[in-house]
């Protein structure tokens, strides 16, 4: 007694349920389960046109949940794999290079919290936020404002 498989639709909704996708994220996802007689792009038409499937929802899910976190070229590496067009990409660039050294600050606060103590370990800091995605110049500026805080 197995269970029928769901449909394209079906597989669609309930990826949608879980959260945002961007149209070429979603087709790329149900690529694999098309069976004969099924449009995928037909169906990802229909999606986007009740709402259900938006590029721009995809962004600022993205950005709401990652950019706290990381710096404005790892999150817009992220934008760019899932697909998205440029000029979602480019806003999403603007809006994030504003509040760069902020979140910077706050991830290297979280992270760390005191100066390092000698050129290793200030190394050791600032390879950190660059593997996080943050500028070489964006982390300089973190360590001196640091600095003069202290």
Do not use: C, I
């Amino acid at each position: 007694m197995g269970f029928a498989t769901p449909s394209l639709k079906g597989r669609a909704l309930r990826l949608l349920a879980r959260r945002e996708y961007a149209r070429a994220e979603l087709a790329a996802k149900l690529a694999p389960h098309v069976q004969a007689g099924e449009d995928l792009e037909a169906l990802l038409g229909e999606l986007e046109a009740k709402g259900f499937l938006s590029d721009a929802r995809a962004a600022e899910s993205l950005l709401r949940r990652r950019a706290p976190r990381l710096g404005t070229q790892r999150v817009l590496q992220e934008l760019r794999h899932k697909g998205l067009d440029a000029e979602l990409v480019r806003a999403a660039a603007d809006s994030l290079r504003a509040s760069e050294f902020a979140r910077a600050q706050a991830v290297w606060q979280r992270r760390f919290g005191t100066l390092p103590a000698n050129a290793q370990e200030q190394a050791r800091q600032m390879r950190f936020l660059a593997a996080r995605g943050f500028g070489a110049e964006v982390a300089r500026q973190v360590l001196r404002a640091a600095a003069q805080n202290e």
